[in-house]
């Protein structure tokens, strides 16, 4: 089963947290899932990178399928978007992701769980 890990998971391990450390180990060491992270929260990461993070922050990543944006998911997390963001603040990325699960199968694991309300899908938090 997909994991999708999210963004904040992903940039609290490289700014060093322990408990995004020990969070990612527990996942990776699981055989249950496959370690992937979403188009969208892979570009959160890799677009405000410094350059001296470069090389460490894209080995990183490669730990993570990213999963693709196709048409579909962009339908998809488009009506999410419309439907979720007045009430809860549904931002694009969430949405998308939300839509990346809904549509490809998997569990979301996130420190933020109100950034998924719907509730096709199934959201953890990370710790």
């Not at 995004?20 to 969208?40: M, P, S």
């Not at 080995?59 to 048409?71: A, N, Y």
């Not at 998308?96 to 420190?111: N, P, S």
Request: aromatic letters at 12%.
């Amino acid at each position: 089963m997909r994991a999708y890990i999210d963004s904040d998971i992903l940039i609290w391990h490289l700014r060093g947290d322990a408990q995004a450390l020990q969070f990612l180990k527990k996942i990776r060491d699981n055989k249950e899932y496959e370690l992937c992270t979403g188009a969208l929260q892979r570009a959160e990461v890799v677009f405000f990178m410094k350059e001296e993070e470069k090389q460490d922050t894209l080995l990183f990543l490669t730990m993570f399928d990213t999963i693709p944006v196709d048409q579909q998911v962009v339908d998809l997390a488009a009506e999410l978007y419309r439907k979720w963001n007045p009430g809860y603040g549904v931002d694009i990325n969430d949405a998308f992701l939300a839509a990346t699960a809904m549509l490809r199968g998997g569990v979301i694991y996130t420190k933020n769980k109100k950034h998924y309300p719907m509730p096709e899908i199934r959201v953890y938090k990370a710790w």
